[in-house]
C-alpha cells in the first residue's frame, strides 16, 4: 500500500495517448448524461464543456426532483461552489439517489478548509461514498484533514504538496482522488497517474477547474470499470485543450473560447 | 381547422423576408423590456441575444417584486430550466401581473415530460394562457400529453414528428406553439409557418434555444397584432445568426461567440 | 463644499495616466480577495474580469457562511440585479462583518427607483455605509432621492445629468459615488474626476457595469486611502479596455471576449 510521498511517486505512471483516446471514443459513444448541481458562477462554462467533449448536461436543482432525475442520469456531479441550504437538499437527494440506483457520483469540494458551514456539508457528502473527488491542492489537503484551506477559491499549495494527502484521502473514502495543478496527478490509493502539460492562463479563466470536475464525471460514466483512468483522460482532455487554446489566444478571454473549440476536436 | 399532420402540411407557409425584415425593424424601434424569470445556465447568454437582437433584458426574480416589474415590462418570459420552489412563485406573480395588464408572457417548457413535479407546475402555468410556447420535439409532444420527455434537456424526437402535437397544443391553449429543431414549426393550430436552415453547431451551445424563447418574447411585444409572424421572425434571425456563425467557427466557442455578433448586424 | 452642479464641473479633474498606472501596480501587487454577492446573470463576467485585471473573486453567497468569509476577504461587493430574500440575509451579514473587520465594501444598485421592495432593502444597505456606489444615472438621481429610476437596468439620464445627484449621496454617505455612462464621474462630495473614452458597443454586453463595480471594489482594496482614485483607475481600466476591444470586435460577442483579453494586458 503507498502510505508515503516516496511510495506515490514511485508508483507514478502517465496515461497513454491510446488509453486516453479509447476513454475518449467511450464518452462520445455513449454521451453520458450529467446531473449537474453545481456553483452558480460556472453553470455555462460547465455545460458548454460537457457538450463540446460529447457530454449531455442537464442542471436539475430542486428538491421535490433532483433524485427523479439522478435516477435517469449517468452520473451526478456535485460542486459546493455557491453552496446554499436548498442546493444542500438537492445534493444530498440526488447523491441518495444516484447510490440506489448504482450510478457515481463526483464531488468538487471548493474552498474546503476555509469555512466552518461549508467544511460540515462535506463531511456529510463524504459519507455518501463519491466515486472521485477533483480539487486543487489546498482543497484535497484540507478534506484530508491535514491542511486549512487555500486563499478563497485559488489553492495556496501546489498539487505534489497534496499528493499525500490525496492518497490518504483515497483509500479513506475507497475514491479515485484527483489533485489539479501545473501537474494533475490522480490517485485510487494503489496506483497514480499523473498528467502533465496545459496552460497556466487556465487558471486565470473561471470554471475550467470546475467543468473539468464535471468532465471527470462523464468520462467515469463511459469508463465505469476503469475510474482512474476515466479521471485521468478527462485531464488530459482538459491539459491539450488549454494547450491548444494558449496557442492561439490573446488573453483569458479569448483563451476561453478557444479552448472550448478545443474540447470539441 | 387543420387537425391531421396532412392537414398541418398543406397549410405550410414560409415567412417571406421581407415580412421579416419588418418584424426587426419593428423590434429595434419599440426596444421591448423583457422580463425573463429563466434558468441559471442561460442567464447571461439569454440577456446577450437579447442586447445583441436590440431588446432590452431585465431578470427580476424575487417574488416580492416580480408582479411589480412584470407590470412595466413589455412582455414575460418563463423558462423553468433550473427551477425551483421560490422561482415557481415569483413565475406565478409575474405572470398574473402580466395578465392583468394585458400584456403577453412565454413559456419555455425545458425537459417536459421527464419530471412529475415540473410537469405539475407545468400545468398549472399553462392554465394562464401564455402567448407563445417554444420548445423542442420531445417538450412539445409532452407538453401535448402526447410522450415522455426526452433526454435530460435535449429532444430524442425531431421537429417534424412533434408538429401534430403542436398543432393541438396552440388550439388547446389558444396561442402560438413554435417547435424548434434542424426545421421550426410556428403554428397557431390553423396556419404553420416553417423556418429552415441554421446550424447543427447550435445544439452544441447552451442556451441557443432558451435565449430563442426570450427572442420570440420580444418580438411578440413588438407586434403584438401577428404573433405568429413575430415567433417565426424570431426563429428566423436565430436561423441566420446560426448560419453566418457556422461560416466562420472553429467549434462551439467562437460559434456562440459569432452568433451574438450576427444577431446585432 | 460643491453643493451645486457648476461647483461641480469647476472642479473636474483627470486622472494621470502616472497615477493610473501605479494604482494598478498596486492592484496586481496585492492581488485582493474580492467577496462577490452580484446578480446570476454577471457572475461568470464578474469572476473573468476581475481574474483578468489581476484580482481573486470569491463568490459565497451562503448566510450561514458569508460573514465567515467577508472576514478574510479584501473588501465585499454587493449587487442586488437578482435580489432574493435570502441573498439580503446574506448580503447583511457580509457588510456587518465587513465593518466589524475594517473592510471596505462597494454597493451596486441595481435597477434603483424601480421597484419598491429592492429600493427598502437598498435603503437598509446603505445605512452601513459602503466605501462606494457605482451606478448608471437613473440609478445614482433614484438612490439620491432625486428620480424615480431607469427602464429595467438601463438609465434613461446620462451620466451627467446625475452629476449633481452623485455629489449629495457622496456627502450623504460619506462615501465616493461613481456614475458611469459615456463618461463616468467619480466623486467624494469634494472632488469630481471624470473619466472619458471606451466604447458605447459596452452597452450592448451585459455584465460590464457590474463587473466594473467588482473592479472597483478590487481597486479600493488595493489602494485604501485614496478611493476616489481608486474608483476612477478601475473606470480608467474599463474604458481603456473597452476601446481596445471596440478597435477589434465584429459585435458585442467578439466584444467581450476582447475586452476581458485586454484587462488582462
Chains 1, 2, 3 share one sequence.
Not at 50 to 76: K, Q, R
Not at 127 to 148: D, K, Q, T, V, Y
Not at 231 to 243: G, L
Request: proline share 3%; net charge negative.
Amino acid at each position: 500500500m503507498l502510505r508515503t510521498l516516496a511510495d506515490l511517486f514511485d508508483a507514478m505512471e502517465t496515461l497513454s495517448d491510446q488509453l486516453y483516446q479509447s476513454r475518449l471514443a467511450a464518452l462520445r459513444a455513449c454521451r453520458p448524461l450529467v446531473h449537474c448541481i453545481t456553483n452558480d458562477v460556472v453553470q455555462e462554462m460547465t455545460a458548454n464543456v460537457l457538450l463540446a467533449a460529447g457530454a449531455s448536461p442537464a442542471m436539475i436543482v430542486a428538491p421535490e426532483e433532483a433524485a427523479d432525475f439522478a435516477a435517469v442520469a449517468s452520473v451526478v456531479l456535485i460542486n459546493v461552489g455557491t453552496l446554499r441550504a436548498d442546493l444542500v437538499r438537492a445534493m444530498r437527494l440526488a447523491i441518495e439517489s444516484a447510490k440506489a440506483h448504482d450510478k457515481p457520483w463526483v464531488l468538487d469540494p471548493v474552498a474546503a478548509g476555509l469555512l466552518p458551514w461549508r467544511d460540515a456539508q462535506l463531511a456529510e457528502l463524504l459519507r455518501f461514498g463519491p466515486a472521485a473527488i477533483r480539487g486543487n491542492g489546498s482543497e484535497i489537503r484540507a478534506l484530508a484533514g491535514l491542511g486549512s484551506g487555500g486563499r478563497g477559491v485559488d489553492s495556496t499549495e501546489d498539487s505534489e504538496a497534496a499528493l499525500e494527502a490525496a492518497g490518504h484521502l483515497a483509500r479513506l473514502h475507497g475514491c479515485v482522488v484527483c489533485v489539479t495543478g501545473a501537474t494533475d496527478f490522480i490517485t485510487d490509493g494503489e496506483r497514480v497517474l499523473s498528467v502533465g502539460g496545459g496552460s497556466e492562463t487556465a487558471t486565470r479563466v473561471v470554471g475550467t477547474g470546475c467543468s473539468l470536475s464535471a468532465l471527470a464525471a462523464a468520462f467515469i460514466a463511459a469508463s465505469p470499470g476503469q475510474r482512474t483512468e476515466a479521471v485521468a483522460a478527462a485531464c488530459m482532455m482538459a491539459k491539450k485543450a488549454a494547450e491548444a487554446a494558449a496557442a492561439q489566444a490573446q488573453g483569458p478571454g479569448s483563451f476561453r473560447t478557444a479552448y472550448i473549440d478545443a474540447l470539441s476536436r
